[in-house]
């Protein structure tokens, strides 16, 4: 890479690292035979002008896998998506790290990214395609805009700017903003992004990162069947539950509407935010910040050290802006109103 190749090598280096599990076997190992050199970039995105940057350079890049960096010049760039970047399953990581200056756009279109283990078009790797260590895929200090969904069915859709089933997924220091997927439909979600299955039930990891401006029936946020999550020093503001007569849908109704910025739906699912602001979003229905059900009632919910203010849920609620049914939920260093 050209120009601070030996700084960013290290940074990215750094982050691959970090998102290294700790007890898959086999990872670790070819980790540690694996040089710094590689580890850093695998693919380099652009000949350091923006408009080497292309959404074709970025789909061959995904599908190639490994540390996907980016060389589109020293200004913030936007990759207009032409198609939607798709994660190849033979890949052990894919890791996109756009150093805060890179966003990928949906132009309001198509979905962004895709990693399904179970898309026998991505390569079938196992028999238990739901629950298997890899493909781990980690976006870093990366901007997704105007993703759209809409009109996607397989396995229920959703995932405006992210759609991800298998594997494990980590969210770091990136945004996401004005993403969509169907605006109706009873447990159908994830404006920004959309998760189904990971590995071992290991939560999906968000980190400092910012969700904005998302508009879907559930969940405009995050959605999510089966999954829980780690949400660390996040924002979320200004997504909205836009569907209608909540799930199982209300007669008369298609459903949805549940679940302003955040949507859980499962059996022992656990939703951990800490450090983290949820203000300004909205729910048609039920939860205008969080709508958690655990239906065997194990999950649990856990708030500290946030703010939860001014989320407002048209339909029912069981505290401001959240609606909660599972084992138990903790409440500390807190604001909810």
């Not at 299955?197 to 990891?205: E, L, P, S, T």
């Amino acid at each position: 890479m050209r120009r601070a190749g030996v700084l960013v090598a290290a940074i990215v280096a750094a982050v691959v690292a970090s998102a290294a599990p700790s007890t898959a076997s086999g990872f670790e190992a070819r980790s540690a035979r694996t040089s710094t050199t590689e580890r850093a970039s695998d693919t380099v995105v652009g000949t350091g002008t923006p408009a080497s940057c292309t959404s074709r350079a970025v789909v061959r890049a995904a599908a190639r896998g490994g540390v996907i960096t980016f060389d589109c010049g020293p200004q913030p760039v936007t990759i207009t998506m032409k198609k939607t970047a798709k994660v190849v399953n033979t890949s052990a990581k894919v890791v996109l790290y756009g150093c805060g200056l890179v966003t990928m756009s949906g132009q309001g279109q198509r979905r962004i990214l895709y990693l399904n283990t179970c898309d026998r078009a991505q390569v079938w790797t196992t028999s238990h395609c739901n629950d298997q260590a890899e493909p781990l895929l980690v976006v870093k200090r990366m901007r997704f805009t105007d993703g759209n969904a809409t009109g996607e069915t397989l396995d229920g859709g959703g995932g405006g700017a992210i759609f991800a089933r298998g594997g494990r997924l980590k969210i770091l220091d990136s945004t996401f903003a004005d993403n969509r997927c169907d605006r109706t439909g009873p447990d159908l979600g994830g404006g920004a992004v959309r998760v189904l299955d990971q590995y071992a039930d290991r939560a999906v990891v968000v980190r400092r990162s910012t969700f904005t401006g998302g508009r879907c029936s559930n969940g405009s946020a995050l959605s999510s069947i089966g999954v829980s999550w780690r949400i660390t020093a996040s924002t979320f503001t200004d997504n909205r539950a836009v569907g209608r007569g909540a799930n199982p849908a209300r007669p008369g109704t298609p459903g949805g509407g549940s679940g302003g910025a955040i949507y859980l739906d499962g059996n022992a699912i656990h939703l951990r935010i800490e450090d983290s602001t949820i203000t300004g979003n909205h729910a048609r229905e039920g939860g205008g910040a969080i709508f958690f059900v655990s239906n065997d009632r194990t999950g649990t919910l856990t708030i500290d050290g946030s703010q939860l203010t001014d989320n407002p849920s048209e339909g029912f609620e069981t505290l401001p802006g959240i609606f909660f049914l599972g084992a138990s939920r903790t409440i500390t260093d807190s604001v909810v109103r």
